[in-house]
């Protein structure tokens, strides 16, 4: 069978054929402007590009059991969504403007209720989790509590997002499944009971609290390295064309202080990757002695891949740093031809008053040799040839 396609026109009748590869055929010369418009129409309306899958995404139908057959002790499927904005947060000032119900939680600001969800926010990562919440509730937040000056260091031009599903159901052990969080028996209440019960209720249950902390602590830190992934492929694409121009012109293409900004900003890619407090390639010290809570931090780094992403960071930035190396060796190189060009130049000058104040003399010199020693032979002739004389000759 063949799709056809109806093309109406209110002023004026469109003759066409219809082809067996359901192709528009124009049977009019005076039509033939029209054709790129009948392609259009008849390749349907342009899709706007999909986003890359992220790993937990791919790994989707892992949860297609829980989402195909619902229990009676399950909840309704609702959305975790991470957002990341800048670098960090700047903790004094987003403690001020934060709810007074948030509460300080390792890490993290815990806001236990704010609308139909919570929030866990992350400054050392510039990261917020919110559960229950969707993208646009997760924006407004953005708007009231953390658009006012000063509260992001680092502002991301491009926020990062990830985006999941989480169930409750106490039926059911804690973990995640696929790309979906499900929500369980609170085993971690037995290894960090004394925080739990000193901190007010949620719209959650209060047993499985440390769990969303350890889920929402790995989620940060993917968006995170995800903002520094897209900040390091613009640097690498800044500098793509200096191995072709040193190639082709044996210059780099660049200003000194542009190079001098680009070692900047290649140092500072290590350090936030390796050296910051949000080291990404480590879990954190609070889960060594937490092992359930650090079962579900690593579930969902495993499930994200941090370590693997990381690894292939470190790499790019290796191989960035081989360039840098190039770039030093450049600068050494052309400050040392402008020292040497800059000493040629002052023993130039050097000669040249050299050969103005004593020219003339040298000139004699080499020239006029004998009138020279005539006059030194005159002057000895004059002179007392011993002591002895000169005093005969005063008496």
């Keep these: 069978m063949f799709r056809t396609a109806v093309v109406r026109c209110a002023r004026v009748n469109l003759p066409v054929a219809l082809s067996s ?6 049977t009019s010369p005076s039509l033939r402007n029209s054709s790129l418009l009948l392609r259009t129409f008849a390749s349907g309306p342009s899709k706007p590009k999909p986003k890359e899958s992220t790993p937990l995404r791919r790994a989707a139908a892992a949860s297609q059991p829980i989402r195909s057959n619902p229990t009676p002790t399950r909840s309704e499927i609702q959305s975790v969504f991470t957002l990341s904005t800048a670098e960090r947060y700047n903790s004094h000032i987003l403690r001020d403007r934060l709810p007074s119900s948030a509460q300080s939680v390792h890490e993290a600001w815990w806001i236990p209720k704010y609308g139909k969800g919570e929030v866990f926010v992350f400054p050392n990562n510039g990261s917020f989790v919110c559960w229950g919440l969707s993208e646009a509730d997760a924006w407004k937040f953005v708007g009231r509590l953390l658009a006012p000056q000063g509260v992001q260091v680092g502002q991301l031009k491009d926020p990062e997002t990830e985006e999941l599903d989480f169930v409750t159901d106490p039926s059911e052990e804690t973990r995640l499944q696929g790309d979906m969080i499900i929500l369980g028996k609170g085993r971690s209440e037995t290894e960090a009971g004394d925080v739990v019960s000193s901190l007010p209720n949620s719209v959650f249950p209060q047993d499985t609290f440390m769990a ?4 929402s602590q790995a989620l940060s830190r993917s968006t995170s390295l995800s903002a520094l992934e897209v900040s ?28 001098i900004k680009k070692l900047g900003e290649l140092m500072k890619f290590r350090q936030g990757l390796n050296l910051s407090r949000e080291n990404f390639a480590d879990t954190p010290d ?24 990381t690894q292939l960071v470190n790499e790019k930035i290796t191989y960035a740093a081989e360039l840098q190396s190039v770039l ?38 080499i020239f006029h040799p004998q009138k020279e020693d005539h006059g030194k032979l005159a002057e000895t002739k004059d002179e007392p040839s011993s002591p002895y004389a000169k005093l005969k000759l005063e008496a």
Excluded at 233 to 250: I, M, Q, R
């Design 232 to 259: 390091l492929e613009e640097y690498l694409s800044s500098v793509a064309n200096l191995p072709h121009n040193l190639e082709k012109t044996g210059k780099p293409g660049l200003a000194r202080r542009d190079l």
């Design 212 to 215: 969303r902390y350890a889920f």
């Design 21 to 26: 590869s359901s192709r528009l055929v124009l």
């Design 286 to 309: 609070f889960y060594w002695a937490q092992p359930v809570l650090e079962g579900y931090f690593n579930s969902v780094s495993d499930a994200l891949e941090i370590k693997a992403r």
């Design 328 to 365: 030093r060796q450049l600068l050494t190189e052309t400050s040392a031809s402008r020292m040497e060009l800059i000493i040629i130049l002052l023993i130039a000058v050097e000669v040249v008053i050299c050969l103005i104040r004593d020219g003339p003399e040298l000139w004699n010199i």
